[in-house]
């Protein structure tokens, strides 16, 4: 069980918007910035938002990052094949002492 | 460029060592903070700890205090992940992760090694 709680899976056609939650408390999301990491099928993880809502460099625009509480938002919109991924919320926790990840959303473009 | 280059995949027998490597190039070694990451056959992330190769500051997540060992030779500019007696439930890929840290709080895993994969049998 995860401390940061994700959807198992989310799915959408071509060209449609996805959003993934990550809900936490207010020992993680509700106090520290979170980021987001895609990680496609046989790959390592790669960093996509880092302080809530900011691209690394390469990163397309049509992904971005928010977050109210103790909840973050991964948006994803004109979604492509490329985009189905898994994708992991990540953030500290104070009370943990412990740097968590969330359990991870699976994206399918249908 | 910026490289995180790790070794080999490992098959290894349960009760025995290992220590797997990372070595980094292209950035200012003793600068950064390093960590490892677990991710066990088809379930998610877990970080197992970081450590600063400037001073060999080391952190552990409180879930693998004890059963890892982590490690720096600047030298080399290489961080180890090492194990004493490993066990079947070690099987796993562990990513070696670059880390960049705002503050105490706020950091993130900036780039990310190709993994190792360890299978440990019984």
């Known amino acids: 069980q995860s401390v940061l709680t994700q959807p198992p899976s989310v799915s959408a056609a071509p060209g449609q918007k996805v959003t993934i939650s990550c809900s936490g408390s207010?020992?993680?999301?509700?106090?520290?910035?979170v980021s987001w990491y895609q990680q496609l099928p046989g790959t390592a993880p790669k960093l996509f938002i880092y302080e809530d809502n900011k691209r690394p460099s390469g990163i397309p625009d049509r992904f971005s990052g928010s977050k109210s509480g103790t909840s973050a938002t991964l948006g994803i919109t004109g979604l492509q094949t490329g985009d189905e991924a898994a994708y992991y919320c990540g953030t500290w926790d104070g009370s943990l002492r412990a740097w968590v990840f969330g359990g991870g959303t699976e994206v399918t473009v249908l | 460029e910026v490289q995180l280059v790790q070794s080999g995949a490992e098959v290894k027998e349960a009760g025995e060592s290992l220590k797997i490597s990372c070595k980094g190039s292209?950035?200012?070694?003793?600068?950064?903070?390093m960590g490892w990451v677990r991710q066990m056959p088809g379930k998610g992330l877990e970080c197992m700890g970081i450590?600063?190769?400037?001073?060999?500051?080391?952190r552990y997540s409180p879930s693998f205090e004890g059963q890892v060992s982590i490690s720096v030779d600047k030298s080399v500019s290489t961080a180890y992940l090492q194990w004493m007696s490993l066990k079947p439930s070690d099987t796993a890929i562990y990513y070696c992760?670059?880390?960049?840290?705002?503050?105490?709080?706020?950091?993130?895993?900036?780039?990310w090694g190709r993994g190792t994969l360890l299978t440990v049998s019984s």
């Open positions: 992760v670059l880390i960049v840290v705002v503050t105490s709080t706020n950091w993130y895993f900036d780039l």
């Open positions: 450590i600063h190769p400037g001073d060999s500051d080391t």
């Open positions: 292209g950035y200012i070694f003793t600068s950064y903070w």
């Open positions: 207010s020992s993680n999301i509700g106090s520290n910035y």
